[in-house]
């Protein structure tokens, strides 16, 4: 077990008492016990068709066979065009043109430069600001910890890009605690972005803005009403770019496609990754308004390479064989529609935990839950922890992110698994001391 150094992991917790999956089919693991395991989180909120499912399976096993690689640059092979179309189809409205990465962090960096390199090629080369938000993920690269706003995550790394700003969480307790779908109370805390970042940093000065339209890691903030038509508009107002971050809420999470879709607001350039391939391939995707792709193809002189960006494995074969074959089995199977029949029987289980000691907020969103309880006086993070260890012992698995509980499950979870679900958790905070 020495040579491998996990990822965010407590290593030296985990190697004393390992947890070893082996195996996965449809909702289940199984693990190194043989035992099975109801999979809440959907591996890591990016396996939104199950697991082993066979059209992408053997999509794969065909493509390796066939070709295994191809380089990106100056060369094409047909499966990343069709790729790309497939993708476009699915995309918002207006968002029609793919550019592919390998990572939600490949993804958001792009999008990052991609922004301010547009400024720039249409003669507005003082747009080089970036704005985050507290509490914001976008990976673990070094533009998406300078725009993220998770303390834990850039304590070690106290370097940024130089000139970024972060607008407040919009995480309130004291008005929306308990609150079903998207809290009433909140959609002013937009207007940060204009009375102070735009007064303080000149807005001709900003690029973009990017925020998950519902932040998951820092533990499942639903967006209050009515706050990102106001991100929007400000945005608008002042020609900043709007980069919403959809690797978790992308392919159907919130019960539609995107989140874009889910709240009628369209961003200029949306990051994907996670569910693109249902995680079975590591594969990214930005969906970009075309008048930012156009930009610059206008800008660069003939034969001139445009955007002097990209990835040894960009568009990779292996993942785009297994895109197209994921994004029609979402289709074919109607699997966002789903996620959106069940939403409010997932919303009804986790409600109905309301009252369990500990637990001081529950929120929810087509099948996203975030179970919110009392830090361990001292020990912040404790609680959640041993929560996640108990429900593995009892043979679920979620996520937790310091003291918040974090559901995300397949989205072909059946209503039984769903209560089973909510009931193994509800156990394993009561037995939680
Ligand atoms: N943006 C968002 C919104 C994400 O959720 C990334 C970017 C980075 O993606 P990659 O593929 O580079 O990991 C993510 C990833 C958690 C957890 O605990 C969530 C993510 C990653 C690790 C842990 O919820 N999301």
């Not at 207006?94 to 490949?106: M, P, Q, R, T």
């Not at 914001?136 to 690269?141: A, I, K, R, S």
């Not at 130089?162 to 919009?170: G, L, Q, R």
Request: aromatic share 8%; with cysteine.
């Amino acid at each position: 077990m020495q040579a491998y150094w996990m990822p965010f992991t407590s290593n030296r917790h985990f190697k004393s008492a390992p947890r070893m999956l082996v195996s996965a089919d449809g909702m289940y693991y199984r693990d190194d016990l043989d035992r099975q395991i109801l999979d809440g989180c959907a591996g890591l909120w990016c396996v939104n068709a199950g697991h082993n499912r066979q059209p992408i399976v053997e999509a794969i096993q065909k493509q390796a066979a066939t070709l295994d690689y191809a380089p990106p640059f100056q060369i094409g092979h047909p499966k990343a065009f069709e790729a790309a179309e497939q993708l476009a189809a699915m995309a918002p409205a207006g968002l029609s043109k793919v550019f592919f990465v390998n990572s939600g962090s490949e993804a958001a960096d792009t999008a990052l430069k991609m922004a301010i390199a547009y400024h720039r090629v249409r003669g507005d080369a003082a747009r080089v600001k970036l704005v985050g938000r507290e509490r914001g993920y976008h990976g673990v690269n070094f533009g998406g910890i300078s725009v993220g706003g998770i303390a834990g995550n850039r304590k070690l790394f106290p370097v940024s890009l130089p000139a970024v700003d972060h607008i407040k969480s919009t995480h309130d307790l004291a008005r929306n605690a308990f609150s079903r779908g998207e809290p009433e109370f909140g959609a002013e805390l937009a207007d940060e972005l204009e009375a102070r970042i735009t007064t303080l940093h000149d807005p001709s000065t900003i690029a973009a803005v990017i925020v998950e339209p519902m932040a998951g890691s820092t533990g499942v903030l639903i967006p209050p009403k009515g706050y990102l038509k106001r991100l929007r508009e400000i945005c608008d107002k002042y020609g900043i770019l709007l980069i919403f971050d959809e690797v978790i809420t992308g392919f159907g999470r919130l019960g539609a496609d995107w989140a874009a879709n889910r709240f009628d607001v369209l961003p200029d350039i949306i990051t994907c990754a996670k569910g693109l391939t249902n995680g079975v391939v590591p594969m990214g995707a930005l969906l970009i308004k075309p008048e930012i792709h156009d930009a610059f193809m206008a800008a660069a002189a003939d034969r001139a390479i445009e955007f002097p960006h990209g990835y040894t494995y960009s568009a990779h074969p292996l993942a785009c064989a297994a895109a197209i074959a994921t994004l029609d089995v979402y289709r074919q199977e109607g699997l966002f529609g789903r996620a959106a029949t069940l939403a409010p029987r997932f919303e009804d289980k986790v409600h109905a935990l309301r009252g369990e000691r500990h637990i001081k907020d529950i929120r929810n969103l087509g099948l996203v839950a975030g179970i919110e309880l009392e830090s361990r006086p001292g020990a912040p993070g404790a609680r959640g922890m041993d929560v996640f260890l108990k429900c593995w012992e009892k043979g679920v698995l979620v996520r937790f992110t310091g003291d918040i509980i974090a559901c995300s499950p397949p989205l072909i979870i059946s209503e039984q698994e769903i209560d089973t679900l909510f009931s193994v958790i509800g156990e394993a905070i009561h037995e939680t001391e």
